[in-house]
């Protein structure tokens, strides 16, 4: 996760340091921010569905961010694509254009899934294949050194 927190930095530290170096054209700045800024906006609303996989998996949305933040992400982008389509700006419109579909999506799982409740999943242990543990087993095994120690005492 640190070597891709570090990638992203050099790649937008890049386009920042040659926005200001090499580029000394108003518009051509602008084009170039603007769209690396799309870039990011577009993977911000798609970084929830990354556990797709794992909410259908364990038929659960415990692993998606709230459905708060998806209905708020959902409104955002419909209020920002209106307000390209007012100011006629392509790199306001465009992330959000597909941000609102992709904030559809999360609220579609939200609604298959909200009631179903199961285990708490480690998502390694899904990965590996290994056995699924309940949120109850999982504390126990955190606190039980804890507990152990006041039984002694």
């Known amino acids: 996760m640190s070597m891709m927190v570090v990638g992203l930095l050099l790649v937008f530290g890049t386009i920042a340091l040659s926005c200001f170096c090499a580029v000394h054209d108003h518009k051509h700045r602008k084009t170039l921010v603007g769209t690396a800024g799309m870039v990011a906006t577009i993977i911000l609303y798609a970084s929830p569905l990354s556990v797709i996989g794992l909410v259908i998996h364990t ?9 708060y933040f998806s209905l708020a992400a959902f409104l955002g982008c419909g209020l920002w694509l209106v307000y390209g389509a007012i100011s006629r700006d ?3 419109m465009a992330p959000n254009f597909v941000g609102m579909p992709l904030g559809l999506g999360q609220m579609a799982l939200h ?15 899904v990965d590996a294949g290994e056995e699924l543990k309940s949120v109850e ?3 126990k095994e955190d606190i039980k050194p804890y507990t152990e120690d006041i039984e002694k005492a």
């Open 90 to 92: 392509i790199l306001i």
């Open 137 to 139: 087993e999982i504390i």
């Open 111 to 125: 609604c298959i899934y909200r009631h179903k409740r199961s285990p708490r999943v480690e998502a390694a242990k």
């Open 59 to 67: 038929k659960s949305v415990e692993f998606m961010p709230s459905f």
